[in-house]
């Protein structure tokens, strides 16, 4: 097994958390809508981690603020 470097160990960490506290919050306000739909929720989060992983493997020069 590769040791990966503990920079990117943190780093698969953080986007786990955000990725579930985005999770969790759409789950919360959706079910205060009453509108709540598993799939959707899962396929946002997806999207959202995805985005998240990309913008953070890009060099600092190329994010744009």
Known sequence: MEKKPSF???QEIFIHLMTS???EGLK???AL???YDATVT???ATT????LSDML???ATAVQH
Do not use: N, Q, R, V
């Open 8 to 10: 990117i160990i943190e």
């Open 21 to 23: 506290a985005y999770k």
């Open 28 to 30: 919360a306000g959706k």
């Open 33 to 35: 809508a009453s509108e």
């Open 42 to 44: 899962l396929e946002a």
């Open 48 to 51: 959202f981690y995805h985005g």
């Open 57 to 59: 493997t890009e060099p």
